[in-house]
């Protein structure tokens, strides 16, 4: 590109708040959901005792809302933290995460869920708003990944949604809990038992 080009091009516009790029605003850092749903997995036991297993799981779950709609992939997210794609997997394995394709997932169904509980807006237009083609694609992955629909994690919000993320992991083998705490269910107020206790 030549100079003149650059020249006639518009300046970047401002940033202003939308729930759709709210996580991609500069300067914004770690959006408070994040820290929220981090703590709450911590306090149950998923990277309780690793400060950089912590670390890589907010910085995942972060990332999973920039660049685009539909967030990055495991690769691109391993570039941005200046590690290959096999030594971020591996990170994840010895401090019981599960893969950082899973944590990305579940960052845009965290993401979907913000918006859901925060806004009116339809299924379909949340759906749009964070990369899936339609509201199905959103609904099949939410309940994969968690059990729960989009209509539930609108009603009972995002400490709901992490719990039922990290008992289907923990089920399924791909996390490991250390110094797990029991506590509340953050809709019901009732004890939570871990995946396995009698």
Known sequence: ????QHASEEPRKA?????TTAWTIPGAGVPEQI??????LRDRGLAADCADAANI??????????ADA???????????LYMSRRSLARLCMRSGLPTPSRI?????????TRILHSTGWSVFRVAEATGWVDPFGLSKTMHRLTGI?????????LLYLAEAWLQREVAD??????????????SCGQQIRLVGDP
């Open 1 to 4: 590109m030549d100079h003149e």
């Open 15 to 19: 940033h202003h708040y939308d729930p």
């Open 35 to 40: 820290r929220e749903v981090v703590a709450y």
């Open 57 to 66: 799981l907010t910085k995942l779950l972060e990332l999973s809302g920039r």
């Open 70 to 80: 539909a967030g990055i992939g495991v690769s691109r997210a391993a570039r941005l």
């Open 104 to 112: 990305l997932a579940f960052g845009r169904i965290v993401r979907a």
């Open 149 to 157: 629909r989009p209509t539930d994690a609108r009603e009972r919000g």
């Open 173 to 186: 083998g791909g996390a490991v809990l250390r110094h797990p705490r029991a506590a509340p269910c953050p």
